[in-house]
């Protein structure tokens, strides 16, 4: 079967940057449905149309096709007691953009002074062109449930 819309399609995947450094070993499979639901990178998922179960893909991913670019006005430096005792350096909070919508953004704890903590609202790869490989592991039609749900059910999917 060749990937087309509402296909579930499961990838064996790695992702590494420019350089090769591996950023994401992919551990596990990652399975989704095809054709247009948001489940992953818009331009991967046009990358693997009509391909086949076995086929090896490499798609280049610039930084507005992935995670955004690095955007320095998600820095914050916050006073230091506005946070637990605890704090560490790679802790993550959800907190507001300082926008008006409703969107929330996890920030990173990047940095931490006397009296001082600086956050970092950008995903740790905004910025970065990434090279995502994958082999395609298995592809099936979706069935009845998974197209009007929107989703994949059952193993490596969602499973209510």
């Not at 296909?7 to 090769?20: F, N, Q």
């Not at 670019?69 to 790679?90: C, H, M, N, S, T």
């Not at 969107?103 to 002074?113: C, K, L, N, R, S």
């Amino acid at each position: 079967m060749k990937i087309a819309k509402n296909a579930v399609v499961t990838l064996r995947y790695h992702v590494t940057d420019v350089e090769g450094n591996v950023l994401d070993k992919g551990d596990h499979p990652l399975t989704y449905l095809h054709g247009g639901y948001d489940q992953i990178f818009a331009s991967v998922e046009s990358a693997l149309e009509g391909r086949n179960a076995g086929e090896d893909l490499r798609v280049r991913l610039e930084p507005e096709d992935a995670f955004g670019e690095y955007d320095a006005d998600l820095v914050r430096v916050e006073a230091r007691e506005l946070f637990p005792k605890d704090v560490q350096i790679g802790m993550q909070f959800e907190g507001g953009s300082g926008e008006e919508d409703d969107d929330v953004t996890v920030f990173t704890i990047t940095g931490i002074e006397e009296n001082k903590v600086v956050v970092d609202g950008n995903h740790p790869w905004a910025g970065k062109a990434l090279d995502f490989f994958c082999t395609i592991a298995e592809v099936r039609p979706a069935t009845l449930e998974e197209i009007q749900h929107g989703h994949v059910h059952g193993e490596h999917g969602h499973v209510h």
